[in-house]
C-alpha cells in the first residue's frame, strides 16, 4: 500500500478557472483550507473572478492569474472547454512537466441542447492531455461533479469523484484531495483509458437531470 | 407523467438465462414474485438450472425453457454473452414482436484478465437490439448490476438500475420492474443512444472492483 498522501497544504492551480466547474471546485477547495490560483486566458477577468469568489463573509485564499501562472501551483487543475485543450496543454507543457495534472475537461457539444460526445482521437480529453503532456502525471477526475452543486449554497456536496489515470499515487493523491471537500470522496477506478467512460458518464448525469429537475452526481456502492 | 404501471404480477422471460446475470435476475424477480421462464439454447440445461435456483427453503416460481418459448413471456430480459447476442435477436424477431424487451448486454472482451469494449456498428449492444427488433420497445438497463450481488445470500441489492430507451412508457415500465427487487432502484436516464455509456460503465465497477475486492454497484445521488 502506499503512504497516506498529506494533501491538506497544497497550491491548487485552475487552467480555465473561470467556468463554472473551475469556479465551483475553486471556491470548495479554498474553503477547505487550500490557496487557489484561478488561471485565465484573461488574467484581468480571473482577477476579477477570484475576488468575487474570495469575498464573502469568510475570505477565501483565491488569486486570479494568467493560465501560465495558475501552471506553476503545486497541483494544477485542467478546466477549461474542450475547445482549445489541446492547444492549451501544448502551449503550457513545460510548466506543467513533473507535476500531476487533474483534468476534469468534458468534450462534449451541445446542438439543440441535445448533447453528444466529441471524438477525440486519443479516446478521451485525458488521454488527449497525457499524450501531449509526457512529462506530467496527468489524472482525470471531477467530471461527475455538478458545477451547479459545486456553487451552490449546501455545506456538504455527496458525491463521489471517480479517479482514473496511469500513475498510481497521482491516483492517491488527487482521491484523497477529492476528500477534503465536504461530503466528496475519491473512488480509484483504475487506468486512464477509463476516462472516456468518466467523461460520456457526464451525458448520463445531464439526461437525469433533465428527466428528475435535479444536479445528479454517482455514488459508487461496496467501497 | 405516466400513469403508475402494476408490475407485480408480469411473467418474466430471460433469454441466456443461465449465465451468472440471468441467474441473478431470475432468483431475485421470482424472490419478488414474479413467475419466471429462463430461457436457454439448451433446453435441457435451463431445465436444470430453474430446478437449481428454484429449489431452497421457499420454492420459487422459476421454469427453464428454449430461448423461444422464454420470449413468450411479457417482458423478456436478454442477458446472452454478446457473442451470438445478434443472431439470437434476428431469430426472434416475431417472437418479440410488440414486446418490451430489457437488453442488459456488456459488449466485453477479457484479454488477459483485461476488459475492453467490442465495437457495435450500432453504437452499443442495446442499440443493435433495437436495430435487429423494429417491432420491439427496447429498454436498456440491469448493465450495472453485479451478478455476484444478485447470487449473493444479502437480503437487499442496494444498488441503483440506470435504464434508457426510446419508448418513455417502456423506461417507467422498466424502472418500476428494477424496484421490484429489495435494494434496488431504477432511474431514467433516456435515450437509448446513452447505452453505450451504461455498457462501457461495467468497465468503470470492474476496475473498483478490482482496486477495493469489493462487488461495486452505482447510486445516482440527487433523485
Do not use: W
Not at 473572478?49 to 501562472?69: C, H, K, M, Q, Y
Not at 492517491?172 to 466528496?184: D, E, F, K, N, S
Amino acid at each position: 500500500m502506499t503512504e497516506p498522501v498529506d494533501v491538506r497544504s497544497l497550491r491548487i492551480g485552475i487552467l480555465g478557472g473561470t467556468g463554472e466547474q473551475g469556479r465551483g471546485l475553486a471556491r470548495r477547495f479554498a474553503k477547505a483550507g487550500h490557496p487557489i490560483v484561478l488561471g485565465s486566458r484573461d488574467a484581468e477577468r480571473a482577477l476579477a473572478v477570484a475576488a468575487e469568489l474570495a469575498g464573502g463573509r469568510r475570505p477565501l485564499l483565491i488569486t486570479g492569474a494568467s493560465n501560465a501562472d495558475a501552471a506553476s501551483a503545486d497541483v494544477v487543475i485542467v478546466a477549461v472547454p474542450y475547445d482549445g485543450h489541446r492547444e492549451l496543454l501544448v502551449s503550457l507543457a513545460s510548466d506543467l512537466a513533473g507535476k500531476i495534472v487533474i483534468d476534469c475537461v468534458n468534450p462534449m457539444l451541445f446542438e439543440k441542447g441535445r448533447p453528444s460526445m466529441i471524438e477525440v482521437p486519443e479516446g478521451s480529453a485525458a488521454q488527449e492531455a497525457a499524450a501531449v503532456l509526457p512529462e506530467s502525471r496527468v489524472v482525470s477526475a471531477f467530471h461527475d461533479v455538478s458545477a451547479k452543486l459545486l456553487l451552490g449554497s449546501k455545506v456538504s456536496v455527496p458525491t463521489d469523484v471517480l479517479v482514473c489515470g496511469d500513475d498510481a499515487d497521482a491516483r492517491t493523491l488527487v482521491c484523497a484531495l477529492a476528500g477534503r471537500i465536504r461530503g466528496m470522496r475519491g473512488v480509484d477506478v483504475g487506468p486512464l483509458r477509463l476516462s472516456s467512460v468518466l467523461e460520456s458518464l457526464t451525458m448520463v448525469l445531464i439526461g437525469v437531470n433533465k428527466r428528475y429537475k435535479t444536479h445528479a452526481g454517482v455514488r459508487i456502492t461496496g467501497v
